[in-house]
């Protein structure tokens, strides 16, 4: 039976209340991740501080709100909403039979460079610099090049973020994105604590993925993006 999951209403303020706590932000009032991390804040306070939002924009550039929608407090600024998925995995996904390709741990120098590269030619904006060190990040190599990876990102007690999920465009339809999934989600499991991730809405091939593997969904989350005034 699906339990609630309450704390996902609010993930990065649990995030970083609880286990990337060393890892917040705060400017009048508002709680964000270090930029150098990830471009996100909670937007726990309302109306928000305008002078918070530009100053964090000072630092990161563009960044993202999550959860409610922000109401700008003195000055006037603009959010553009992208509405996702939050999809839970209530149980570990029986295929491990499918786990074909040699996983790596992208803890190196160089593999996390790589892991940064690969992620930024997909998804440019949300991979910082050191986001790889919110979590474990797992790789496919082929030919001595990185060419699929999947790792960690919120984190608090009880869930894990699952994120990343990128295959080089040379490399789609092989199967790396999924056997990724099972080995990430097994490593969440094995600290005692359930996956969970945020995929665009309209990305129909991945969500069906993910049904595939035994995620659900259990709500619509919206990402608002704040890029200046």
């Known amino acids: 039976m699906k339990t609630d999951h309450i704390k996902l209403d609010n993930p990065l303020g649990y995030s970083l209340q609880e ?3 060393n890892k917040a932000l705060k400017l009048e009032g ?20 305008a002078r918070a939002l530009l100053a964090y924009h000072k630092l990161c550039g563009p960044f993202f709100l999550i959860g409610k929608k922000p109401i700008a407090g003195a000055k006037a600024v603009k959010f553009k909403e992208l509405v996702c998925d939050q ?3 209530p149980s570990r996904i029986d295929f491990t039979n499918d786990l074909k390709e040699e ?8 593999q996390r460079k790589a892991l ?5 030619l997909v998804q440019p904006g949300y991979f910082k610099k050191r986001t790889a060190e919110l979590g ?15 790792g960690e990102r919120m ?25 990724l999934i099972i080995k990430t989600t097994h490593q969440v499991f094995d600290e005692g604590k359930i996956p969970y991730l945020h995929v665009i809405e309209t990305n129909s091939s991945a969500i069906q993925l993910y049904k595939k593997l035994g995620f659900y969904r259990r709500r619509k989350i919206s990402f608002w993006e704040f ?3």
Do not use: W
């Open 19 to 21: 286990v990337h706590q």
């Open 30 to 49: 508002l709680t964000f991740y270090d930029p150098n991390f990830c471009p996100f804040g909670a937007s726990e306070v309302t109306p928000l501080n």
């Open 227 to 229: 890029n200046g005034q």
């Open 116 to 120: 940064f590269a690969l992620v930024n």
């Open 155 to 179: 984190k608090m007690n009880g869930y894990t973020e699952i994120s990343a999920i990128v295959t080089h465009p040379d490399h789609l339809r092989k199967g790396y994105a999924k056997q």
């Open 87 to 89: 999809m839970v995995l």
């Open 103 to 110: 996983i790596v741990l992208l803890e190196q120098p160089e």
């Open 136 to 150: 474990k990040y797992f790789g496919i190599y082929k030919d001595h090049q990185l060419v699929a990876v999947c």
